[in-house]
């Protein structure tokens, strides 16, 4: 399955992005226009990871970054969670 994002305003006032299926290259790009967009409009922004089945490097990459600019991962998988720390630790290799 493709990535899929579903736009949703949670009743706390954040603007959650639900993401399912595959978070692959071209999806990353996607998703940071969406992110970059959504953030320039509400500043409570929340992704939410529950129902990613698969993530590239590059997904992770772009989602430690959204991480620290202050988006909330929400119900991120514990591999996508481990694989976030490693590379806040150790970076990801080029």
Known sequence: MA?????????????VLRVSG??????????????ESEKAV?????????????VSPEAVRALTIAEGTGIELRNCPAYIREWISCVREHGLPE
Do not use: H, M, Y
Request: proline share 2%; hydrophobic share 40%.
């Open 3 to 15: 990535c899929k994002i579903d736009r949703v305003l949670s009743p706390d006032g954040f603007i």
């Open 42 to 54: 509400n500043d409570r922004l929340a992704l939410d990871l529950e129902e990613v089945t698969v």
């Open 22 to 35: 595959r978070i692959d290259c071209a999806s990353v790009d996607v998703l940071q226009e969406l992110t």
